[in-house]
Structure formats: C-alpha cells, structure tokens
C-alpha cells in the first residue's frame, strides 16, 4: 500500500537557519506529493505540491522537489522565522484514485528567536 | 468564499455518551473525507463519502463509528458510547469532482473537531 515516512523527532532551531525536513515515499503508479503545515490550535492548509517527478513545489520561502529516483519530497527553507513554528505534514494522493490522503506521522517544528 | 466548515470546535462527553461531529464541505465540492488526529501522531484515514454514498470507508473502527453525507445538510460523523480512547482531534476535508479540471488532488481541510471524552 501507499505510505509516507518523515523523520523522527521535533526539530528545534533558531531563527534565520537552514530548516531540512526528511520525507520518502511508497506508492504505486505516480502519486501527487504535497507538504501540509498545522499551527497550533487549527487545521491543515496546503504549504506546496508537485504532482510529476522533478517537478519542485515552492511557497513562502519553502521548496520541495519531487524525486522519483529516490522517491523523496524533502522539504527545505533557506531561512525559518519565529512564524514558520508549526507541525508539517507530508503526504501522497494517487493520481487516478480518489483523492484520498496518505499522511505521515508529522515533525513538529520549533524556531527559537 | 467561505471552507470547509466543522462544528462543534470543541466537544466534551461523558463515557458512553454520543458524539456528533458536522462538516459542510468548500461550496461546488462534493466529495467530503474523515480523518482523525490522536495526540501525538499523524492524520489516519477513516472514511470517503460523495452525496448518499460511502465509497470508502476502509479506516473506520467496525463498532461505534458511522457516517453519512446526505443529500442535503452537511456530513455527519456519529461515535456512539464513546470511550477514553476515542478523545482526539476530528477533520473533515473536502475536495471538487474527480476527474473535473479543477480537481489538482488537493485536499482543503477544516479547522477540526476536538473531542474530549471524560
């Protein structure tokens, strides 16, 4: 079946680093990969997506791009500010099923000023 | 232009009581989704519903869960005789017609229902 893994852990860095948040993937056929952010207290929003390999998926700052050759989605940002601390989720949608969503486990991400 | 639209936000029950969770998909979206986030873990699965149908419904618990989307009103998710374990945060999300121009496999996603069981 279809599944996401993201690394272990909270990260926890200051402001103005380099963030790196590890996600692979299993899917059969070609899965649309996006990245999920969750402040605290509220729902999901969309952050990015790519929806064919090498493709890269940007917004506020943040990238991923979309490597089938091992099957990765890591999503970076050049420099994290104070307002980036949230959980990210990063997920798979089969293209030609039912829009459903296969998440991982989530990193929660803590910028310290 | 408003979301997806959950409510109660927040709702407290006592063991064995029943929870009812509401959800009224993004205007011109007829496909609604159930996931459920326990504490500390990611977004799991439970049910993919269109107007009258369950059409996956692979992630609900066999007893106590149930769902409907009716053809009217909003998507309900019915816990009967809930437990302990059944305290978590609730999501709806919904998403435009499969296969439609507009449909990118995005999922657009409510604020969440909180339950809390006593």
């Known amino acids: 079946g279809n599944s996401v893994t993201q690394m272990e852990g909270p990260v926890t860095l200051s402001e103005e680093a380099f963030l790196t948040i590890n996600c692979t993937y299993t899917a059969t056929g070609y899965p649309s990969l996006f990245w999920y952010v969750q402040y605290p207290g509220e729902g999901l929003q969309l952050l990015l997506k790519?929806?064919?390999?090498?493709d890269k998926g940007s917004n506020k700052g943040f990238e991923a791009t979309y490597r089938k050759e091992t099957t990765s989605f890591h999503l970076e940002k050049g420099s994290v500010q104070v307002s980036d601390s949230a959980v990210y989720f990063c997920?798979?949608?089969?293209?030609?099923?039912?829009?459903?969503?296969?998440f991982g486990k989530g990193n929660q991400v803590v910028v310290i000023p | 232009n408003a979301g997806v639209m959950q409510n109660p936000r927040h709702l407290v029950r006592r063991r064995g009581q029943e929870a009812r969770l509401r959800c009224s998909p993004m205007?011109?979206?007829?496909?609604v989704y159930w996931y459920r986030q326990l504490p500390e873990e990611g977004l799991k699965f439970m049910v993919y519903l269109q107007k009258e149908n369950i059409i996956d419904e692979s992630g609900m618990p066999k007893e106590r869960f149930s769902a409907e989307f009716p053809k009217e009103g909003p998507s309900i998710l019915r816990i009967q005789q809930v437990v302990r374990g059944d305290s978590a945060a609730y999501f709806c999300?919904?998403?435009?017609?499969?296969?439609?121009?507009?449909?990118?496999?995005?999922?657009?996603f409510g604020e969440g229902s909180r339950l809390t069981v006593l």
């Open positions: 205007k011109g979206h007829s496909h």
């Open positions: 790519a929806t064919k390999a090498d």
């Open positions: 999300a919904s998403s435009p017609r499969l296969g439609g121009l507009s449909n990118t496999g995005e999922l657009f």
């Open positions: 997920a798979l949608s089969e293209k030609d099923g039912n829009n459903r969503l296969a």
